[in-house]
């Protein structure tokens, strides 16, 4: 499995940006893929999940403002991100867990699952 993230870069407060992860050997019937984020000092943080069956799940606190989607032909996996915080400033990390099972809110609350991870991508969002 390989994932490979892109799209970060530097915006506003208020700004939007879309994060891509290209994702090989990645068996969209029994993977369930996820955005995680992690932020200088802090551990990572879920951010969304999407399962097997397309089912998607947010933490609360980008609720209604990120929407992961996936494009399972080109095999990638998105996040967009919309009304921009400073607090959500961090490296995003796309991830990958063998789990023809779960769902995406179960995936959320359970990171331990998610053993492949891309490089990361820098987002930083200023004031």
């Known amino acids: 499995v390989q994932l490979v993230e892109s799209g970060g870069g530097s915006v506003q407060a208020g700004g939007s940006l879309r994060l891509s992860c290209a994702t090989s050997?990645?068996?969209?019937?029994?993977?369930?893929l996820a955005w995680f984020r992690q932020s200088p000092g802090k551990e990572h943080e879920p951010v969304a999940t999407?399962?097997?069956?397309?089912?998607?799940a947010y933490t609360d606190s980008i609720q209604g403002r990120f929407t992961i989607g996936q494009d399972k032909p080109k095999n990638t996996l998105y996040l967009d991100m919309n009304r921009l915080q400073p607090e959500d400033t961090a490296m995003y990390y796309c991830a990958a867990a063998w789990a023809p099972s779960i769902s995406a809110i179960q995936a959320l609350g359970a990171p331990i699952l998610f053993g492949f991870w891309g490089q990361g991508t820098q987002v930083t969002v200023s004031s």
């Open positions: 999407i399962d097997s069956d397309g089912i998607t």
């Open positions: 050997g990645v068996d969209n019937k029994n993977y369930c």
